[in-house]
């Protein structure tokens, strides 16, 4: 947390503290002074009615009662000249509202300065009658109120001082574990991730966060790191091959139809290479996701039937059987260009690895409301622990490399991609025996 929105977060809670101890003091204060100022207004009415004589006789006898210091009274003449009572000096007020004056009064060798609220009742016989009420009591109970909202204000500022030091201190010690974990991260080391403290903190979401994202990037730098290692490999024996066979022409061939026989041979490594690049540029085409434009209703059971139409003749000169079962008409919303070519490749992968004599069925249904593409063998089939790695770039199965034809290991992959763009599901399943490939489609998906 930055400094100055600590410094800003401290003068609001002190300025709203104030705030709230003021108006605290502000209402206390009001309502006793409303108190005393109600008794006051009391008076009014009993005094006004009186006639002189007889408010001269009561204010003298209420000026001698035990609580005359703290309620005092004074009667004055029309002119202010004092009549009776203990409040011997008019006070300069308005009659009927109260008022505050202070009078000294004597206690043995000691004059103190006592304070009072006091009220002029002008009475229908023309004298003026004054009642006071000590309001000491009051001024003491705002004194110690204020002294104690001080206390409490100083440490409450005290308090928001020290706990906005202390988020401090502990919000840039977390920013600066994270600030070099970025560091470590930005350095290379992708399997580092942002501390977090297992609590809903903000700090702790948006790590989380972070660190999903870095998950995904980890994933995505070891696809590519993948790639290109598959890349190197997969290319380097054509390219060997090519260069090899240039030597040797250059060294042994004598005749216009040795080199020709040489450039034949240079021309279908070059093809080799291109293919693979080919698939791979598909690959990335597919997956910018840019396809969607183009999606529109396709038929799945008119799909399998074009596609095994297509390799048919292929299955015959292997001699393995391919059975077609659409019951009934299946559509999704797609691209029947891309799903023409992951139909194809399983198709293709299916008759590669199963050997002469064999079956291969294509299906496609509705299950559980979702589209699905069966492509099942009876060829060997793949391993549980390799049915993820067979969808990655240039994964071949060591224990089929030996029976597969010459292939660039992209097949699995451009279907996996297509899937994705298709928000459908590749899944590997045991047909016992071989393999059945299963394409699933969820999500926005058109069935009927």
């Known amino acids: 947390m930055h400094l100055s929105s600590v410094g800003w977060l401290l003068a609001v809670f002190i300025t709203s503290a104030i705030v709230l101890f003021a108006m605290l003091y502000w209402a206390t204060h009001s309502y006793l002074v409303h108190e005393v100022d109600e008794r006051l207004l009391g008076e009014v009415a009993e005094f006004h009615s009186i006639g002189r004589d007889e408010a001269i006789a009561n204010i003298d006898a209420l000026s001698r009662r035990d609580v005359a210091s703290s309620r005092p ?57 004054v009642v006071g009420h000590s309001i000491d009591e009051i001024r003491y109970f705002d004194h110690t109120l204020l002294k104690m909202l001080c206390i409490g204000l100083t440490l409450t500022i005290i308090l928001a001082v020290g706990c906005g030091a202390a988020l401090n201190a502990m919000s840039n010690r977390r920013i600066r574990a994270i600030s070099l974990t970025g560091r470590e991260i930005m350095a290379g080391q992708l399997n580092r991730r942002l501390p977090t403290r297992g609590t809903h903190h903000d700090l702790d979401r948006l790590a989380e966060i972070v660190n999903t994202m870095l998950d995904e990037i980890e994933r995505l730098v070891a696809e590519v790191r993948g790639v290109c290692a598959g890349i190197a490999h997969d290319l380097r024996t054509p390219m060997t091959h090519l260069r090899a066979g240039l030597e040797r022409a250059r060294r042994r061939s004598n005749s216009v139809d040795d080199y020709e026989s040489a450039v034949d041979a240079a021309l279908v490594q070059s093809d080799v290479v291109l293919n693979r690049f080919t698939a791979l540029l598909r690959i990335a ?106 969808l990655r770039p240039f994964y071949r199965s060591p224990s089929q490399q030996a029976q597969a034809p010459a292939g660039h290991g992209l097949g699995l992959s451009l279907v996996a991609a297509i899937a994705r763009v298709h928000d459908a599901d590749v899944e590997i399943h045991d047909n016992q025996p071989g393999c059945r490939m299963v394409l699933r489609f969820r999500g926005n998906v058109l069935a009927r």
């Open 73 to 129: 009274y004074g009667v004055f003449d029309t002119d202010g000249t004092w009549l009776a009572g203990n409040i011997h000096v008019l006070p300069p007020a308005h009659d009927g509202k109260p008022f505050n004056y202070a009078q000294i009064v004597r206690e043995g060798d000691r004059t103190e300065t006592e304070h009072f609220r006091g009220i002029i009742v002008p009475t229908v016989s023309g004298v003026r009658v």
């Open 285 to 390: 085409e597919i997956e910018a996701d840019g396809r969607r434009a183009s999606f529109g209703d396709v038929s799945l059971d008119t799909v399998i039937r074009d596609v095994v139409d297509l390799y048919e003749p292929v299955a015959d000169d292997r001699g393995l059987t391919v059975s077609v079962h659409a019951p009934a008409p299946v559509q999704v919303r797609g691209d029947i260009d891309l799903l023409f070519g992951a139909i194809e490749n399983l198709l293709d992968n299916a008759l590669k690895f199963t050997p002469g004599g064999g079956s291969i069925s294509v299906e496609t249904r509705m299950e559980a409301g979702e589209p699905i593409v069966h492509v099942a063998d009876s060829g060997p089939g793949i391993e549980a622990g390799e049915r993820e790695a067979v």
